[in-house]
């Protein structure tokens, strides 16, 4: 199967270059030299007009702004750096041993690690060169090969508090391995064993969550026990909440609802944001991006701009200090992150408690924004 029917979601091949830049007035010459990472703007808002009902037009700036030549410029000259640090996070996650059960035990969430780390690899697959696709895919295949023992199958088992922490990763890791073309089908029957606890336990979850859980619902064709994408009128976009007084909490909040959003398979043909969400998010996430480089925190900054190239804001210039900040802000090993405080606590599980997460999400960073390059 093809990488881009394999990875359906995450490729950059399904529209062509000349029709989103006719779509969206973004020069040719900006797919010439930036493949096609300003496609983006074209899932934000698919053809740059209002949605119907709303009278504004959408602001030239959500697909081009004056920093499109910049950053085109940009993703070129930094095309080779990124792909070495994509090479060195792969050399490092590929020590990486993941005990479920061990992890469990030990106050760490196995199946959320288990997802990050499926999810790193198949970013890693969509970006990786010809001849080091076998071993990713080989990789993918051991990692997942968990899935098929009884054992690991206990969400219907489990105590309320454990399955409200892990069915959001339980339900997220199949669909990792569906678009990474790995068979389900087991899976997938037990998934169907727990829809009615799923149902049950979804008023306990919050906003980006039950969105999240709406796109699950809609790959799986689960009945929702009533319609989850009404918390989509609730979360921190919505409120238009200002990005100087989001709480660190609120600001992962708001990723996740953008992403929650993007990832939708149902998405409208007039696209999953509104004209003000994009006035809104283009402002929140400039500023956000500003304060979390201050604060050198690289997980928020990885979160951000994968945002950021959700939304097609590429453009702005924070999208390329935040990116520049990723690649030089790598670990001699090959991850990102800044946790040797907490190694006392962590001991040898540290790699996996605290810095897979972060190195998963600047690997998704890099793959959404140099994929093709």
Known sequence: MP??????????????????????????SVFRRAGSLAFLCLLA????????????????????GPGSSATAAWLAANAPLAHAARDRARAWLDKITLDVRDLDRNGIPGKRKLGELLGAYVDLYQTANVPDRAAIRARLESIAAITAEPWYHDMGRVDDATFKRDSTSYLRIAVVMERAGLDTTFYRKQIQGIHQRLNQNMPTRGIHQQMVFHNYYQHFGLKEPYRLLEAATAGVIPKR????????????????????????????????????????????????????????????????????AYLGFIDLAVFREAMDNLLQSE??????????????????????????HTTAIVVRALAITFAEI
Not at 6 to 26: N, Q, Y
Not at 49 to 63: F, N, Q, Y
Request: hydrophobic share 40%; glycine share 4%.
């Open 3 to 28: 990488s881009s029917a394999i990875f359906a979601r995450g490729t950059l091949l399904a529209v062509p270059a000349a029709r989103i830049a006719s779509t969206c007035r973004i020069p040719r």
């Open 45 to 64: 808002a698919p053809t740059c007009k209002p949605r119907p009902r709303v009278r504004a037009s959408l602001p030239a700036s959500v697909c081009e």
């Open 241 to 308: 909440l200002s990005p100087y007084k989001l709480t660190q909490n609120e600001v992962y909040d708001l990723m996740h609802e953008v992403g929650a959003r993007y990832e939708r398979e149902d998405k409208p043909p007039e696209g999953a944001f509104l004209v003000a969400d994009l006035a809104y998010l283009r402002w929140a996430l400039d500023r956000l991006t500003v304060r979390y480089l201050m604060a050198d925190n690289r997980d928020l900054v990885g979160e951000l701009a994968i945002s950021m």
């Open 331 to 356: 670990n001699p090993d090959g991850s990102w992150g800044a946790y040797e405080e907490a190694r006392a606590t962590y001991g040898a599980r540290l790699d996996v408690a605290m810095y897979l």
